[in-house]
C-alpha cells in the first residue's frame, strides 16, 4: 500500500520561510500530486497541485508568488517551498495524489497522507 509521510513543518514569524517535504513509499504512479491544507472548523483548501507526468503547476490565488510545488521523481518525494509566510497560512498541510483527471482537476483527491502542522505568528 501506498503511504504519505508529509515533514517539515513546524513554527515560524511572519515573513519566514518552510520546505514541507513528501516522501512515498509504496510508490505508485499517479496523474497528479498536490498540498492541501486545514484549520479547524474550515473546509480544506487545495494550495498547489503539480501534474506529474510533465511538471506543470499550479496554485490557488492566495499563495501565488510565494509556493512552489515541486516533485523529484528519483527520491519520490513531492515538496512544498513556501516563502512570505503570514498568520492566515497557519493550517495543517497534507499531501495527496489521486489517477483520475477529474478528481484531479476538482482537487478531490482520493489518496492523503497525515499532515504537517505549519504555525505563522505575526
Known amino acids: 500500500g501506498q503511504v504519505f509521510m508529509e515533514s517539515g513543518g513546524g513554527s515560524v514569524q511572519a515573513g519566514g520561510s518552510l520546505t514541507l517535504s513528501c516522501v512515498v513509499s509504496?510508490?505508485?504512479?499517479?496523474?497528479?500530486w498536490g498540498w492541501s491544507r486545514q484549520t479547524p472548523g474550515k473546509e480544506r483548501e487545495p494550495v498547489a497541485i503539480?501534474?506529474?507526468?510533465?511538471?506543470?503547476?499550479e496554485y490557488t490565488d492566495s499563495v501565488k508568488g510565494r509556493v512552489t510545488i515541486s516533485q523529484d521523481n528519483f527520491k519520490h518525494t513531492i515538496y512544498l517551498q513556501m516563502n512570505s509566510l503570514k498568520p492566515e497560512d497557519t493550517a495543517v498541510y497534507y499531501c495527496?495524489?489521486?489517477?483520475?483527471?477529474?478528481?484531479?482537476?476538482?482537487?478531490?483527491?482520493?489518496?492523503w497522507g497525515q499532515g504537517t502542522q505549519v504555525t505563522v505568528s505575526s
Open positions: 503539480i501534474w506529474a507526468l510533465n511538471g506543470t503547476a
Open positions: 509504496g510508490y505508485e504512479s499517479r496523474l497528479c
Open positions: 495527496a495524489a489521486d489517477s483520475s483527471v477529474n478528481r484531479c482537476r476538482a482537487r478531490t483527491y482520493r489518496h
